[in-house]
């Protein structure tokens, strides 16, 4: 199957750090993204890594890889009213041409 | 760089009417993907485009279609509307899919009456 599963819903005050958990159930997917959806937008690309990789980290960004359990997060420190919006888990395989999103987690940052 | 440019921005339209939805890529992109995005569906994929030829396609009827350009622009057209098409409908291009990241446009914003 090609399925991506995220949760829904996520809410945080300002200043903790926010964890967005992806499943993904293709072990041949070699490219994995986190996008970024505001209201009224397209998607904006976060970060994203390759599968041979465990860990990326991008200023408050720290993406965490477990191939054996095909389990993606996404860590946002320090979180902001700014990082409000939808957080999108996205996988591609190597020729597939083809990149399958989860449904999104929406983020609520509490002031 | 400029990014992905979708046009229009905002369509209305009746049930049975055709619509072309157009996309231009980030200059140097080859690949185009397109994608629909639905409250109820989240995002499914259309299909994608690389140098002119299509190289993957979603689970959608045939009244969805597309094509590229040699400049790489691509169009997609929806016939015979029918009212569940209402949507945003994303455009992205990539270097090359399946080996780079997709950069997406503001999308469409279709509406079936």
């Known amino acids: 199957g090609e399925d991506v599963e995220q949760s829904l819903f996520l809410s945080v005050r300002e200043g903790d750090s926010s964890v967005i958990n992806c499943t993904y159930t293709?072990?041949?997917?070699?490219?994995l993204y986190w996008y970024k959806q505001e209201p009224g937008a397209g998607l904006q690309l976060l970060t994203y890594?390759?599968?041979?990789?465990d860990m990326k980290q991008d200023q408050r960004l720290t993406v965490l890889l477990n191939k054996k359990d095909k389990h993606l997060s996404l860590r946002i420190a320090d979180t902001q009213t700014g990082d409000s919006a939808i957080y999108f888990c996205?996988?591609?395989?190597?020729?597939?041409?083809?990149?399958?999103f989860g449904a999104g987690t929406r983020l609520f940052v509490k002031a | 760089k400029a990014g992905v440019t979708q046009t229009p921005r905002y369509l209305i339209k009746t049930r049975g009417q055709q619509v072309t939805l157009s996309c231009s890529p980030i200059s140097g992109h080859r690949s185009v993907s397109w994608y629909q995005q639905t409250p109820g569906q989240g995002l499914q994929f259309l299909f994608e485009?690389?140098?002119?030829?299509?190289?993957n396609k979603g689970n959608f009827p045939g009244r969805f279609s597309g094509r590229q350009f040699s400049n790489s622009r691509s169009e997609m057209n929806v016939s015979t509307l029918e009212l569940g098409d209402s949507a945003l409908y994303l455009c992205?291009?990539?270097?090359?899919?399946?080996?780079?990241?997709?950069?997406f446009g503001n999308g469409t914003r279709l509406t079936v009456t």
């Open positions: 996205a996988e591609t395989k190597t020729g597939g041409f083809k990149t399958i």
């Open positions: 992205a291009s990539s270097l090359e899919s399946g080996h780079s990241p997709l950069h």
């Open positions: 485009y690389f140098s002119e030829t299509q190289r």
């Open positions: 890594i390759f599968s041979n990789m």
């Open positions: 293709d072990s041949s997917s070699t490219y």
